[in-house]
């Protein structure tokens, strides 16, 4: 099942929009099948699961962390990811800075928007975006390379369009300050049940977990 809903997912995305495979609470083995069938990006929420299906898995895909990631946990995401899609503080910022400087690489990342201006979730305001960012491009190990943002959660994925569409009139408008270690390349937007309307909105990477590998089941 997995295999098949990748080829398919694969083949219905439109040219130049790139898929995230969200891996949360994923075995290495559902995983390594997702590559098979075509995955180039394994999207993981949690450091700690990270790696242990690197152990398992490695350089056979790219690495994006697209969860919250704590402070402490930074050294060891620095280690893994390719990409950490939710720079939210000059803070998270200048530890990733340091990490990756003690280990001679550079960072790239996504400065997360909290498009839904949601006080229970992570993310910059939309309104402070652009102060995060000029912070952030001081930075000379981590590199912007566009927005991310989840959108509050609804039954009818309809209603995301909104935010969808100010996060890209954010990209937009970021992208043309043509400030230094920022290239806004990549909107990531959209998840499972509203990943075709953050295309239709301007979305160029989409994460996708449930229609990839089917419902997650959970342990009592």
């Known amino acids: 099942m997995i295999e098949e809903n990748v080829r398919?997912?694969?083949?219905?995305?439109?040219?130049?929009?790139?898929?995230?495979?969200?891996?949360?609470?994923?075995?290495?083995?559902?995983?390594?099948?997702?590559?098979?069938?075509g995955i180039t990006i394994?999207?993981?929420?949690?450091?700690?699961e990270a790696r242990e299906a690197f152990a398992a898995i490695g350089s056979k895909a790219k690495w994006h962390f697209i969860g919250h990631l704590q402070k402490n946990k930074v050294k060891h995401a620095v280690e893994i990811f390719d990409v950490i899609e939710t720079v939210d503080s000059?803070?998270?910022?200048?530890?990733?800075?340091?990490?990756?400087?003690?280990?001679?690489?550079?960072?790239?990342?996504?400065?997360?928007?909290n498009s839904g201006r949601e006080p229970q979730k992570a993310g910059v305001l939309p309104e402070e975006a652009e102060d995060l960012l000029r912070e952030v491009s001081t930075l000379e190990h981590v590199s912007v390379q566009g927005l991310m943002t989840m959108g509050p959660r609804f039954g009818d994925p309809e209603q995301a369009r909104p935010y969808f569409k100010e996060t890209r009139d954010l990209f937009v408008r970021l992208g043309q300050e043509k400030l230094p270690n920022v290239e806004m390349k990549i909107l990531s937007m959209g998840m499972s049940?509203?990943?075709?309307?953050?295309?239709?909105?301007?979305?160029?990477?989409?994460?996708?977990?449930?229609?990839l590998f089917g419902a997650r089941e959970y342990k009592k």
């Not at 394994?42 to 700690?48: C, H, K, P, S």
């Not at 000059?90 to 928007?113: D, K, Q, S, Y």
Request: charged share 25%.
């Open 42 to 48: 394994i999207g993981e929420n949690y450091v700690q």
């Open 90 to 113: 000059m803070e998270l910022a200048e530890r990733i800075e340091r990490a990756c400087v003690a280990r001679g690489r550079t960072m790239r990342v996504l400065i997360e928007v």
């Open 8 to 37: 398919r997912i694969l083949a219905e995305l439109p040219s130049g929009v790139t898929l995230v495979a969200a891996a949360k609470t994923r075995t290495p083995d559902e995983i390594l099948r997702a590559i098979a069938a």
């Open 193 to 211: 049940n509203t990943y075709n309307i953050a295309i239709e909105e301007g979305a160029n990477m989409v994460r996708i977990g449930t229609k």
